[in-house]
């Protein structure tokens, strides 16, 4: 079974401008969650979908959205970057939105 | 959501056993005990999880006590890809997506 897969793995972008993020989850899987790692805040949650809805959201700014496809597909969303936000976003999936996730390999974004 | 205990840092040589201990006074009865490994500039891996007793897999040993105020990861013998940082988790199993990491145990294993 194929794992879960983030496009593009890297990202250069430039303060103000925004970004989208792909995230393909394990087949059968209805729940993808992300998260941004960055060396001073460690892992944070940002938010869940599940069959197409946010089920949970984490404590970041409206700048932060994202979306479900009705084939468990996730899109993440940073609108007016800023210097903060380079980080490695990391997506997972699981069946349920349970403990056990499945993580993909990140996508290191940098804004200059 | 538990809050989680655990070393920063331990050191280690191949083929010991490395034993990580994290406390987690404010368990609530619902929650279980997960384990995640990460390497660097790769997602967690899922290791192990547990709610009480002893729970054993190809990788990894997890023993909670009979109060689940900590836990104890070990992993036999372990070699130099063994080095990761090792997080603790503590939540229900309907976490609605949401895994709350700490800071984690960097695990350095040395020749």
């Known amino acids: 079974k194929a794992g879960v897969t983030q496009t593009p793995r890297y990202l250069i972008k430039t303060r103000g401008q925004q970004v989208t993020l792909s995230c393909s989850p394990i087949s059968g899987h209805r729940s993808v969650s992300w998260y941004q790692q960055t060396p001073g805040q460690g892992l944070q949650f940002l938010f869940e979908y599940f069959s197409e809805t946010q089920r949970n959201k984490g404590n970041f700014p409206g700048r932060f959205s994202g979306r479900q496809f009705s084939n468990s597909r996730s899109e993440m969303n940073v609108s007016t970057l800023e210097l903060g936000d380079s980080a490695l976003y990391l997506c997972a999936s699981s069946s349920q939105g349970d403990y056990e996730q499945y993580f993909g390999p990140g996508t290191r974004l940098t804004v200059t | 959501l538990a809050k989680t205990t655990q070393p920063i840092s331990m050191d280690s040589y191949e083929g010991q056993e490395v034993n990580i201990t994290c406390s987690h006074n404010n368990i609530a009865t619902n929650d279980y005990i997960t384990w995640y490994q990460q390497f660097p500039s790769q997602g967690p891996r899922f290791i192990i999880q547990?709610?009480?007793t002893k729970v054993t897999n190809e990788v990894a040993s997890l023993f909670i006590p009979a109060d689940r105020k900590s836990s104890t990861l070990s992993l036999p013998r372990v070699s130099l890809s063994d080095t990761a940082v090792y997080y603790c988790l503590v939540g229900p199993t309907d976490s609605w997506g949401k895994l709350q990491f700490g800071a984690g145990t960097q695990v350095v294993v040395t020749p």
């Open positions: 547990g709610y009480k």
